[in-house]
């Protein structure tokens, strides 16, 4: 189990970049799949990202060509680059661990895309 920390977020126009990162309390080699959700206001968490141990990515059909995630496990840290974005991507982001901890999450990082 670690705790895990988000930062990177901002106000940025639509078709504009951010890459927002996760930084992990203690080693991140362990863990199987670091994740990212969102949760827009007045809606539900939804999945955004998913990266494996071993590398392996998966994207919400939302944001799959626009999103990339990367794990660095030697710097204890997950990324989310975020390109093309769209006001429809706004919301708190927030990185996740599983399967194990998946209960645990940050504070989250705001990200707000204008037209």
């Known amino acids: 189990q670690v705790q895990l920390a988000e930062s990177g977020g901002g106000v940025v126009q639509a078709g504009g970049s951010l890459r927002l990162s996760c930084a992990a309390s203690?080693?991140?080699?362990?863990?199987?799949?670091m994740d990212w959700y969102r949760q827009a206001p007045g809606s539900q968490r939804e999945f955004v990202a998913r990266i494996t141990r071993g590398g392996i990515t998966a994207y919400a059909d939302s944001v799959k060509g626009r999103f990339t995630i990367l794990r660095e496990n030697a710097k204890n840290t997950v990324y989310l680059q975020m390109n093309s974005l769209k006001p429809e991507d706004t919301g708190v982001y927030y990185c996740?661990?599983?399967?194990?901890?998946?209960?645990?999450w940050g504070q989250g990082t705001q990200v707000t895309v204008f037209s």
């Open positions: 203690g080693s991140i080699a362990t863990i199987n799949n």
């Open positions: 996740n661990q599983f399967p194990l901890y998946s209960d645990i």
